[in-house]
């Protein structure tokens, strides 16, 4: 009798990734007032932790204009210059909203997006939310003007 050359047992495939991707993971802190990474005095770049890596990438996310840096994927970012161009402020706000949740729902880590809060300034939209990872206590507030 001849021998298969195709095993006979296939081994299951284990999926870790999405194990993976929920841990949080340390990074270089970003300095938002600064728009660059936070130094110490001896000027070299400051760890954070995973969590606070995840709110940051939550801030940058929300500030990122998709489509607009090739390095991304288009799933990355949000689309915040066509929601600004209604004229009306519901209507912005509605889209704001669904962009940013959209953006960053596509964190694993990302466990909700919510609570909007809208102020307008002569014309210019601030916006405040909160956003909650997976394993971590409280939400966080994020403000975006």
Not at 52 to 72: D, P, V
């Amino acid at each position: 009798m001849a021998q298969s050359i195709f095993p006979v047992d296939v081994p299951d495939f284990k999926d870790e990734r999405n194990e993976y991707d929920r841990r949080y993971k340390r990074s270089v802190k970003w300095d938002a007032e600064k728009g660059d990474f936070a130094r110490d005095s001896a000027n070299r770049m400051v760890e954070c932790d995973g969590k606070e890596s995840f709110f940051q990438w939550c801030f940058k996310i929300a500030q990122t204009e998709r489509y607009r840096c090739l390095a991304y994927p288009d799933c990355i970012g949000t689309e915040m210059e066509r929601a600004m161009e209604d004229d009306d402020e519901k209507t912005v706000e509605s889209m704001v909203q669904r962009t940013v949740t959209d953006a960053l729902m596509v964190n694993p880590r990302t466990e909700y997006v919510g609570d909007f809060e809208f102020t307008w300034e002569n014309g210019r939209m601030h916006c405040a939310f909160f956003v909650k990872g997976i394993d971590i206590d409280d939400a966080v507030r994020v403000l975006l003007s």
